[in-house]
Nanobody, 118 residues
Framework: QVQLVESGGGLVQAGGSLRLSCAAS????????MAWYRQAPGNQRELVAA???????SYADSVKGRFTISRDNAKNTVYLQMNSLRPEDTAVYYC????????????WGQGTQVTVSS
């Protein structure tokens, strides 16, 4: 059974920092591209950051220079370090695992709330 369990969300003032973690089980973690998405009320879910199995990273323009995605394959965990948080970063943040091998398989965590107060 695949599980992606996020943690680290919460309430923070603008300018503050949070680190999200996503612990994965039931997948070959090191072979998956891991990503963080977010969804604010009334908005579509959007990609925040991704890291490939080889360690290449990509970011949404809105978070470049403020957020850092990383992974620890030994711990089957992906992280999102969020600095200089803004009220517009308020959303539910979801962990995503994706692997394409003949077919594409994709899994989602349950989400963790991040609220940034002004």
């Amino acid at each position: 059974q695949v599980q992606l369990v996020e943690s680290g969300g919460g309430l923070v003032q603008a300018g503050g920092s949070l680190r999200l973690s996503c612990a994965a089980s039931g997948i070959l973690f090191s072979s998956n591209t891991m990503a963080w998405y977010r969804q604010a009320p009334g908005n579509q879910r959007e990609l925040v950051a991704a890291i490939t199995s080889g360690g290449s990273t990509s970011y949404a323009d809105s978070v470049k220079g403020r957020f850092t995605i990383s992974r620890d394959n030994a711990k089957n965990t992906v992280y999102l370090q969020m600095n200089s948080l803004r009220p517009e970063d308020t959303a539910v943040y979801y962990c995503n695992a994706r692997r394409t091998y003949i077919t594409t398989r994709e899994y989602w965590g349950q989400g963790t709330q991040v609220t940034v107060s002004s």
